[in-house]
Nanobody
């Protein structure tokens, strides 16, 4: 079992920045990759960014160049640094951990609201 606790969401003006954090606990050595997904009202959950245990990263085209995913292995924490935020980035952001067995775990979600 893996537990994920997110923090860092909030309200920001367009063009601003936020940093999301996701702390993992439990069976952390079973985790192959971690990442962030988001879900806006009336839309499906979509990939934002992922980072593997080896440090390889992957980004959705719509956030490439504005968002950066990073990890602190000592703290078992993954971060999402979000810059140049746009109103269309407004969503609930979910932390994800995928085990080597392909089992997925999700955080409770944190709201990000970008005002125009």
């Amino acid at each position: 079992q893996v537990q994920l606790v997110e923090s860092g969401g909030g309200l920001v003006q367009a063009g601003g920045s936020l940093r999301l954090s996701c702390a993992a606990s439990g069976d952390i050595f079973s985790i192959n990759s971690m990442g962030w997904y988001r879900q806006a009202p009336g839309k499906q959950r979509e990939l934002v960014a992922t980072i593997t245990s080896g440090g390889s990263t992957n980004y959705a085209d719509v956030v490439e160049g504005r968002f950066t995913i990073s990890r602190d292995n000592a703290k078992n924490t993954v971060y999402l640094h979000m810059n140049s935020l746009k109103p269309e980035d407004t969503a609930v952001y979910y932390c994800n951990a995928k085990q080597y067995s392909l089992v997925n775990y999700w955080g409770q979600g944190t709201q990000v609201t970008v005002s125009s």
